[in-house]
């Protein structure tokens, strides 16, 4: 489980920097999400990566940490993946603006000769 998890998170970085280096402003909107799905992914396995227990214990229990979920993570992840939204909602009204103002979606703002 723990190799599968981080060869997707290995794709989605390296997927997210190849995005990155294009020239279109929409490709780079595009990277800038998958490198934060892949690191909203290592938050999330930073949590222990347990099926099926709780994140939390019932009064009167003894509390063994390995059998229970660590709930920090999720609750960042949950955040982040909020903060995220936000965040590609503003970049695509800049680039819709920045198209506008001067009729191509490069990141140089000009065409190639």
Known sequence: ME????????VLV?????????????????????????VNLFIFSMGRLVADKPPVTQAGTRI?????ADPVPQAL???????????????????????????TDHVDGREPD
């Open 3 to 10: 190799l599968i998890l981080s060869l997707g998170i290995g």
């Open 14 to 38: 390296g997927s997210g920097v190849w995005l990155l280096l294009r020239p279109r402003t929409f490709q780079v909107i595009i990277g800038l999400g998958l490198i934060s799905y892949a």
């Open 64 to 68: 063994d940490p390995a059998m229970l």
């Open 77 to 103: 992840v949950l955040t982040a993946i909020v903060i995220g939204f936000a965040t590609t909602a503003l970049f695509l009204v800049i680039l819709l603006a920045t198209r506008g103002l001067t009729g």
